[in-house]
């Protein structure tokens, strides 16, 4: 059973920092692409298959940094700056498509998500 699961999350205050985990069992990942999404489906961040493109919203450009370890099957959201706008459930996502040459930012090319994880910014 392929179980995405998402950590790190908690509540923090204006300009601080979190770093979001997500572990993948059941099957590994190496070879999709990994993106994480907040609550409503907006796209925050996504990494390709081979990690060499990376892709993110306008909206945290220059303060996240998304990565993975594919030792590890985990992908990463390094979290800078934060702003109270940030605050959201965050989702950890898994391509469908092995070795995909394009990054999605609908959501739609994703079959496995995980449960969420709290991020709350206070000002």
Do not use: H
């Amino acid at each position: 059973q392929v179980q995405l699961v998402e950590s790190g999350g908690g509540l923090v205050q204006a300009g601080g920092s979190l770093r979001l985990s997500c572990a993948a069992s059941g099957r590994t990942f190496s070879n999709f692409a990994m993106a994480w999404f907040r609550q409503g489906g907006e796209f925050v961040a996504a990494i390709s298959w081979n990690a060499n493109n990376t892709d993110y919203a306008d909206s945290v450009k220059g303060r996240f940094t998304i990565s993975r370890d594919k030792a590890k099957n985990t992908v990463y959201l390094q979290m800078n700056s934060l702003k109270p706008e940030d605050t959201a459930i965050y989702y950890c996502a898994a391509d469908r498509y092995r070795r995909a040459w394009t990054l999605d930012r609908t959501g739609q090319r994703y079959p496995y998500w995980g449960q969420g994880t709290q991020v709350t910014v206070s000002s």
